[in-house]
């Protein structure tokens, strides 16, 4: 809770992501709003894959899928965590087709329109990695705001 609430209490009106242009002073209000309903939400953990594409994927002939180079596995939310490296690979241009993406959901035995609950933990984990850039990388600072943005808006349209 350490992490939602520590992004919480960064929006306020001096918040760097304003003045970089992530959010503006409206978008921040609606923003806490959505991460103060995180914090209400059980979520379960478990280990995500961390590098989910077809480079570590092998189909049977049967059509069973199996995952590989588990290197990048880490325990966080499931299934948020994959899902989020989904969706930024397809907002960098990177894939995967919706197609894709519907075939992923249904192995978890989702549907498109559940996604719209998970936009708000993308948003968290986008706005933290700013926030990170600006005490540990700032040369990262710009390409993860600008993702942000791009976050931002697929969140609060």
Same mark, same amino acid.
């Given at each position: ?34 991460? %103060? ?62 197609? %894709? ?11 498109? %329109? ?44």
């Amino acid at each position: 809770m350490g992490y939602v609430n520590y992004n919480i209490n960064s929006l306020t009106e001096h918040d760097q992501l304003i003045e970089l242009g992530v959010i503006n002073k409206t978008e921040s209000k609606r923003v806490r709003k959505l991460f %103060e309903n995180i914090k209400n939400e059980k979520f379960k953990f478990g280990l995500n894959h961390g590098d989910i594409s077809l480079k570590n994927t092998i189909i049977s002939d049967e059509g069973q899928v199996s995952l590989l180079d588990w290197g990048s596995a880490q325990v966080s939310v499931v299934p948020h965590e994959d899902i989020n490296e989904i969706w930024k690979c397809q907002m960098l241009g990177g894939g995967p087709t919706s197609q %894709e993406l519907s075939a992923f959901l249904e192995g978890y035995g989702l549907k498109e %329109e559940d996604l719209t609950n998970m936009k708000p933990f993308m948003l968290l984990r986008a706005f933290d990695n700013v926030r990170w850039a600006f005490d540990q990388s700032p040369d990262l600072i710009e390409a993860y705001a600008k993702f942000a943005r791009r976050v931002v808006e697929m969140t609060l349209d």
